[in-house]
T-cell receptor, first 114, second 112 residues
């Protein structure tokens, strides 16, 4: 079974703080993703990585950065947290397999910025 | 803009009935399609994927794909209250296969 873990289930931070969200997968997947999910807006891709040290911006990268120093680990960084970054953050990973790229999700981190 | 569209619902069915969830996609180059289930407050979990025209069955779930109509559906037979959740449809992005295009989801309520 694929296992994707995230460092925290719930997190409360203050405006202006630097926030680190960490994701680890144990299936040697090449691709890893960070999404945020908000009511009515669905899943929105922030960043993804297709290899160590490689990353691509998603649809809403502003205010975020990422780091992938090891294949199994993908970190999302909020440089200076703002209240509009209050959201559910979901990490996912996927394997390269022909044209099938099913994604497997971690449990999510519900971040509140006050 | 590549899109996947779903009826937001809620779709309400009685226990034991067949629930039919539908999805249309705009990117003709998409080849693979995914159905995820998401319980309230939880993360999405993969139910099944399909890439060939026709039906694919897995237990009580059947995915159907019609590429000519750009239409994907998920049938849930013998619906149970535990099937009450939001169902997300996704299609691979033909311009970058690693990425998925997500629908907003359909809320399903199965009434005992």
């Amino acid at each position: 079974d694929v296992k994707v873990t995230q460092s925290s289930r719930y997190l409360v931070k203050r405006t202006g703080e630097k926030v680190f969200l960490e994701c680890v997968q144990d299936m040697d997947h090449e691709n890893m993703f960070w999404y945020r999910q908000d009511p009515g807006l669905g899943l929105r891709l922030i960043y993804f990585s297709y290899d160590v040290k490689m990353k691509e911006k998603g649809d809403i990268p502003e205010g975020y950065s990422v780091s992938r120093e090891k294949k199994e680990r993908f970190s999302l960084i909020l440089e200076s947290a703002s209240t509009n970054q209050t959201s559910m953050y979901l990490c996912a990973s996927s394997l390269v397999s022909g044209f099938i790229y099913e994604q497997y999700f971690g449990p999510g981190t519900r971040l509140t910025v006050t | 803009q590549k899109e996947v569209e779903q009826n937001s619902g809620p779709l309400s069915v009685p226990e034991g009935a067949i629930a039919s969830l539908n999805c249309t996609y705009s990117d003709r180059g998409s080849q693979s399609f995914f159905w995820y289930r998401q319980y309230s407050g939880k993360s999405p979990e993969l139910i099944m994927f399909i890439y060939s025209n026709g039906d694919k069955e897995d237990g009580r779930f059947t995915a159907q794909l019609n590429k000519a109509s750009q239409y994907v559906s998920l049938l849930i037979r013998d619906s149970q209250p535990s099937d009450s959740a939001t169902y997300l449809c996704a299609a691979n992005n033909a311009g970058n296969n690693r990425k998925l295009i997500w629908g907003l989801g359909t809320s399903l309520a199965v009434n005992p």
